[in-house]
């Protein structure tokens, strides 16, 4: 059932919280393919990148507390790729299954529309990920491919899920 979550542009003292998640996340999880998680200096390094860079970044506040993060990032850094964004989504682990990722996400690609993105993609870490493929289906992705075996953590072999959708006028018009 759907929690009543506010969503806001992140900001400097979220950063404790976006660290605690995502260090969840790689220490865990399969969300994300690094398996050492970052320091609070490097966490708010990459937000300030992401936020100087002209991309969202968002927090999903819970009862007073962050309960999850989005961000669009640059899909690929060459000049051909700047209309095009990858998102990036992360619940705190007692937070999930309400909706704040749902929350997030819709208001991630409303904002990446905004500021003129054309395409979203999804790279979803291992194909087991089937809540994250749900929602961005539900969202409007569709699959696009799956790289076998790319990733190895927690002494497996893992799976990218490729998921896209347009933005806004997607393809149709010129930038």
């Known amino acids: 059932m759907p929690v009543a979550a506010s969503i806001r542009p992140a900001r400097s003292e979220d950063i404790g919280a976006i660290t605690a998640i995502y260090a969840h996340a790689v220490e865990h999880g399969t ?82 529309e905004r500021r003129g993105f054309r395409q979203m993609v999804a790279v979803i870490g291992d194909s087991a990920q089937l809540p994250s493929i749900a929602l961005h289906r539900s969202l409007g992705f569709n699959p696009v491919g799956t790289f076998a075996n790319v990733g190895f953590k927690h002494g497996r072999w893992l799976d990218s899920v490729l998921m896209q959708r347009s933005l806004g006028e997607g393809a149709r018009t010129l930038p």
């Open 31 to 112: 969300a994300s393919f690094e398996v050492e998680p970052p320091t609070e200096t490097e966490m708010a390094r990459r937000m300030e990148a992401l936020v100087t860079g002209g991309f969202a970044y968002l927090v999903a506040e819970l009862d007073g507390t962050v309960a999850g993060y989005a961000y669009a990032g640059p899909y690929r850094p060459r000049i051909a790729y700047r209309y095009t964004v990858e998102d990036s989504v992360y619940i705190r682990p007692d937070a999930q299954n309400l909706g704040i990722g749902r929350l997030l996400l819709t208001d991630l690609i409303s904002e990446a």
